[in-house]
């Protein structure tokens, strides 16, 4: 009788820690994290929305991206619709990675040119909430997590980004990341900035079971960035607001 109750205490015990180390936000986004950087492939449906007011006038901006991302290959296959003023325009455009050098096949007038760049992140950083200042769960919403970032990551966040973009001031970024199944299924981040609002949507699926590649008279016709003639018409940036 004393070696069953001594059996029952332990097992009990081991539920108990067990679910304690699953209930810790912080461990439960960093085992997420590991199980996608640890996937073939998968795809990614992200959009950008952005609010901002321009003379008094209130102007909304959006952009939608569809992609299936070959991670292992180091291929990606995008199909980007942008939205402004009414307006909308959708081109398809590819990279692959392949020794640390990049290369972007995109499209302009309907003709491919290529860029080669060296170092280039096309991956998403899933370790986001690594030595954030809080990770807390969010009322409300299943399985969903807010990140607080620190003031070195804020810094860090902006700093990565161009000359113009580190130099605004941010009132805020808020991240929301949720997991399914021990993977991230949606990350979403809204940041203001100089009084607008952009909030970028990121949802994750297809696990593994996705597949890119590069049409093979894209690679064959695409022409170097540098030697490619753009055609800018004054008219194609006049806007009434």
Same mark, same amino acid.
């Given at each position: 009788m004393k070696k069953l109750k001594y059996l029952v205490l332990t097992l009990l015990l081991v539920v108990a820690v067990g679910c304690g180390? &699953?209930? @810790?936000?912080?461990?439960?986004?960093k085992q997420a994290s590991q199980n996608m950087k640890n996937l073939d492939s998968y795809h990614m449906d992200m959009t950008m929305d952005m609010k901002m007011n321009y003379e008094g006038t209130k102007i909304? !901006? *959006?952009?939608?991206?569809?992609?299936?991302?070959?991670?292992? @290959?180091g291929v990606g296959a995008l199909e980007t619709t942008a939205?402004?003023?009414g307006v909308s325009e959708t081109q398809k455009s590819y990279f692959t990675t392949k020794d640390?050098? =990049?290369? =972007?096949? *995109?499209?302009?007038? /309907?003709?491919?040119?290529?860029?080669t760049e060296e170092?280039?992140? %096309?991956?998403?950083?899933? #370790?986001?909430?690594? /030595?954030?200042?809080?990770?807390?769960k969010v009322k409300g919403e &299943? %399985?969903?997590? &807010?990140?607080?970032?620190?003031?070195?990551?804020?810094k860090e966040l902006i700093g990565s980004a161009d000359e113009d973009v580190a130099n605004m001031e941010f009132d805020k970024i808020d991240i929301k990341i949720t997991v399914e199944n021990e993977k991230i299924t949606k990350m979403v981040m809204? !940041?203001?900035?100089?009084?607008?609002?952009?909030?970028? =949507? !990121?949802?994750?699926? &297809?696990? %593994?079971?996705? *597949?890119?590649?590069?049409?093979? #008279?894209?690679?064959?016709n695409a022409v170097d960035y540098e030697d490619y003639e753009f055609d800018f018409e004054d008219d194609d940036y006049e806007f009434d607001l």
């Amino acid at each position: 009788m004393k070696k069953l109750k001594y059996l029952v205490l332990t097992l009990l015990l081991v539920v108990a820690v067990g679910c304690g180390a &699953k209930s @810790n936000p912080e461990e439960i986004l960093k085992q997420a994290s590991q199980n996608m950087k640890n996937l073939d492939s998968y795809h990614m449906d992200m959009t950008m929305d952005m609010k901002m007011n321009y003379e008094g006038t209130k102007i909304e !901006m *959006s952009a939608k991206v569809s992609s299936d991302l070959d991670v292992k @290959n180091g291929v990606g296959a995008l199909e980007t619709t942008a939205s402004f003023l009414g307006v909308s325009e959708t081109q398809k455009s590819y990279f692959t990675t392949k020794d640390g050098i =990049t290369t =972007t096949y *995109s499209q302009e007038d /309907g003709e491919w040119y290529k860029e080669t760049e060296e170092d280039t992140s %096309n991956s998403v950083d899933f #370790d986001i909430f690594s /030595g954030a200042s809080s990770i807390e769960k969010v009322k409300g919403e &299943k %399985n969903t997590y &807010k990140i607080v970032l620190s003031d070195e990551q804020v810094k860090e966040l902006i700093g990565s980004a161009d000359e113009d973009v580190a130099n605004m001031e941010f009132d805020k970024i808020d991240i929301k990341i949720t997991v399914e199944n021990e993977k991230i299924t949606k990350m979403v981040m809204t !940041m203001g900035v100089e009084g607008s609002e952009i909030t970028f =949507t !990121m949802e994750f699926s &297809k696990f %593994n079971e996705v *597949s890119a590649t590069i049409p093979e #008279d894209v690679i064959k016709n695409a022409v170097d960035y540098e030697d490619y003639e753009f055609d800018f018409e004054d008219d194609d940036y006049e806007f009434d607001l």
